[in-house]
């Protein structure tokens, strides 16, 4: 493949421009994986420094599944009327509520979680190890690999996105600030089911 058409390829991709696809392959050797890599770690770095600014415009998104017995409606807020009027950032919007509606999240992000659900979850988790009959000293820390798990696979943000499991939703969103140039936040969701 050549530079050009890795370049088009890692930017249909990724949203970044013409200069830091060309720079991250360079840097890459021409990988193109290792390439995609950095461009990912460069947009969640652009994420943290505009993730304080203030996004107080956006749209409201939803998503009925083809059986009309799931929905989704999620509120994606951007800095800008110009970008929430944007097809990139509608396009994102619509995914994240087909997301929820696929993948059912309970919270926004893993710590959202409450200390009873967590309590429950131990308790179980204790006696599954029990019952397996791992040793006592393990127990604890198998616990706590069962709890990041379980709190990952609840949130939102932390979730494999449906049409990239490669990437969580929380990727998703930093990838589409480096891109638009603007601090994104999912403002709340909610979903129903029959």
Known sequence: MSMLEQIKT???????????????????????????DILRKRGK??????????AGEGVIATYIHSNNKIGAMVRVLCETDFVARTPQF??????VAMHIAAADPRVMRP??????????ERDIWIEQCKAEGKPEKIIETIIAGK???????QSLLTQPFVK???????DL????????????????????EI
């Open 45 to 54: 770095d652009r994420a943290v420094k505009k993730a304080d600014r203030v």
């Open 173 to 192: 969103l930093a990838e589409n600030v480096s891109a638009m140039g603007e601090n994104i936040q999912i403002g709340g969701f909610v979903r129903y």
């Open 147 to 153: 709890e990041k798990k379980f709190r990952e696979e």
């Open 10 to 36: 890692l930017r249909e991709k990724t949203g970044a421009g013409v200069v830091d696809v060309k720079k991250a392959l360079e840097e890459s050797g021409n990988d193109e994986q290792k390439a995609l």
């Open 90 to 95: 509608q396009s994102l919007a619509r995914d």
């Open 111 to 120: 710590e959202d979680i409450s200390d009873d659900v967590i309590a429950k």
């Open 164 to 170: 990239d499991p490669e990437r969580t939703v929380g």
